[in-house]
């Protein structure tokens, strides 16, 4: 085991990954495999920093004490801070700071250095006297700290500096440096194992791999029921034969190869996703809608021949077991091939050598057969599609099961609500790109699960629901519901366009109004607008759609509302997630920002 030389807890000088300056910064952990040390800057930023990077404060204390010039006896002091330290009095204006770096420049140049050769005469270095050479080179260095450190502080300074789109006209510039830092940083966590686990841990993830395949055979048995209250438990314990059947399984199968069968046709835009950890970007087809437009015709064919698709409600839970079961083995299947993959191709959250916390959150991110992205695929094609299909059945069956020419108004506006949702979401397909999903979570049972059996056969309970138990509504009330749906639409629209829009070019001129927040990465936070509202607009849109989902289902049971409890305790996970990852990610500017947007997705609420 190789020597450690400092100690966690201790107060040590960390260089800035992609810079020449050293910082204050305090030591959290050492890895004894990767020999790095884990320091957190004052601004809260948290960095892995090798030993060499790192040096004790007595040493600075000391180069400090010795070192003095003329410059610094007579004029202003200029001092090295930390990213977190706030400057203290009057700023230079821009002109001023120019002309000094100039003259300084200037005098830089100037400078003539004669470098000297040791020779027996020369013993005044060794009595602790400079002579002339020496106190030239040291004022030289001296000056050339200053200016740096000049630059430096400016730099640091006007980056947190919220201004609009119109007033970045440097904006290569001031992020040429910081590439180098972000690469830095990325190299390190590529090697890193995951430190902080979520989910409650090991014992967390074991729960949930449980209890989540549960909670979905619970809902629908409950659906089923005359009296679907939630105090009726436990609902009557189905037998093996009407849990499993193997052509239902089988149907299931034909179902998720005929997706893939549709992914992989030529047809549709290619595109890269965001850059991985080891710099390469990997190519996406964009062709959702060619696959739902496929599907749509393939369901089209199967109503012209009389084939009953209502044979998807008769055989709802069977159905629901064949995708659980599917994607157990389908994790497992992503879990073992995990193991040989190159490290840069893991997960920054699925690699803490736990095999049950891996198994779940995921240990690849991206795993691939060729070009087929497993992940990709499974986010859209089976799930979303599939969802839309069950919907069609459930209105089918509606209409078989009661006589009905025509179906319910509530069961056409749950098809029509999650019907624009799907397809917005299928149009909008490369946005997908830039999510938490693709960019940081690996694919294993979370997503895995969530995908072929959540999505379908969870958001799809009002429409499951209103087939056992119809609920008439009048046209004010469905009016009322529409207006709720298309606010929550147009929210979650308009500030997801906003999103993506300023992510693909920052300089785009209808942009220009908008203001925002550098931060060290390169990367700006959008504080204007629908973003300057709440810090997640397209979370509320997303609560309140899913209030108008289940409103047309009544009030006499709380059943058809789990979607709408589950998702605004999911959206609160998934907005803490997402602030400890910026947290993390952007430092100090993230404190600012939430500064500026204090709401988090509720105004004077949450």
């Avoid at 070192?67 to 004029?75: D, E, I, K, N």
């Avoid at 030289?140 to 450190?149: F, P, S, T």
């Avoid at 890193?192 to 619970?218: D, H, N, S, W």
């Avoid at 835009?269 to 965001?274: L, Q, R, Y």
């Amino acid at each position: 085991m190789p020597h450690r030389k400092f100690g966690d807890g201790d107060v040590v000088m960390g260089r800035w990954p992609g810079s020449v300056l050293y910082y204050e910064v305090q030591i959290t952990s050492y890895d004894d495999l990767t020999h790095l040390y884990t320091v957190k800057y004052k601004d809260g930023t948290e960095l892995e920093l090798k030993e060499s990077d790192i040096k004790s404060v007595s040493a600075f204390k000391h180069r400090k004490s010795n070192s003095s010039s003329p410059s610094r006896r007579g004029g202003s002091r200029s001092r090295s801070r930390s990213p977190g330290r706030p400057a203290r009095g009057r700023r230079r204006s821009s002109s001023q700071g120019r002309d000094a770096k100039d003259d300084k420049k200037k005098a830089i140049r100037g400078t003539k250095l004669t470098p000297e050769k040791p020779n027996e005469n020369n013993t005044s270095r060794y009595n602790g006297e400079p002579d002339s050479t020496e106190r030239n080179d040291t004022s030289h260095k001296i000056l050339q700290q200053k200016v740096d450190l000049d630059l430096e502080i400016d730099r640091v300074l006007d980056q947190y500096r919220v201004r609009s789109r119109k007033e970045d006209k440097t904006k290569e510039e001031i992020y040429s440096e910081k590439r180098s830092f972000e690469a830095a940083k990325t190299i390190d966590k590529a090697s890193a194992q995951t430190k902080e686990l979520e989910f409650g841990g090991r014992i967390g993830t074991f729960c949930m791999i449980v209890f989540l395949p549960a909670t979905v055979l619970y809902l629908l048995l409950m659906c089923k029921q005359e009296d679907p209250s939630i105090m009726n438990f436990p609902p009557p314990l189905p037998s093996f034969d009407s849990l499993w059947e193997t052509r239902v399984f089988g149907v299931w199968l034909v179902w998720f190869f005929l997706q893939a069968l549709f992914y992989l046709l030529p047809v549709g835009k290619v595109v890269e996703g965001i850059p991985l950890l080891n710099g390469r970007k990997l190519q996406y087809r964009i062709n959702g809608f060619y696959a739902f437009a496929l599907t749509a015709a393939a369901v089209g064919i199967f109503l012209y021949f009389e084939l009953e698709l209502h044979y998807l409600y008769d055989h709802f839970l069977q159905f629901a077991v064949s995708a659980i079961v599917f994607s157990v083995v389908f994790s497992i299947y992503l879990y073992i091939r995990s193991l040989k993959a190159p490290e840069e191709n893991l997960s920054s959250g699925g690699n803490s050598g736990s095999f049950i916390y891996d198994f779940f959150t995921g240990h690849e991110l991206n795993p691939r057969i060729g070009t087929f992205d497993l992940k990709y695929f499974c986010e859209l094609r089976p799930s979303l599609i599939g969802w839309v299909v069950v919907n069609l059945a459930m209105l089918l069956a509606e209409m078989k099961i009661h006589n009905q020419n025509v179906p319910s108004l509530s069961m056409i506006l749950v098809n029509s609500f999650q019907l624009l949702y799907v397809m917005d979401a299928l149009w909008h397909e490369e946005a997908i790109l830039t999510t938490m999903d693709i960019t940081h979570d690996g694919f294993g049972f979370m997503l895995a699960f969530g995908d072929l059996v959540w999505v379908p056969f969870i958001f799809s309970l009002q429409a499951f629901y209103l087939v056992g138990h119809p609920n008439e509504i009048s046209w004010l009330a469905a009016s009322a519901i529409i207006i709720l749906n298309m606010s929550g639409y147009y929210i979650f629209r308009c500030a997801n366009s906003q999103k993506n829009a300023f992510r693909k070019n920052p300089k785009d001129p209808r942009l220009a109004h908008l203001k925002f927040i550098p931060t060290a990465t390169g990367k700006s936070l959008l504080v204007s607008d629908w973003w300057g509202f709440v810090r997640h607009p397209n979370y509320l849109g997303d609560i309140i759609m899913a209030l108008a989902w289940s409103l047309p289902c009544g009030f006499n049971h709380i059943l058809p509302y789990f979607y709408v409890i589950y998702f605004t305790l999911f959206i609160i996970h998934r907005e803490a997630r997402d602030g400890r990852q910026c947290k993390k990610k952007y430092g100090l500017a993230w404190d600012r920002y939430c500064q500026r947007v204090p709401y988090r997705i509720i105004p004077y609420i949450y």
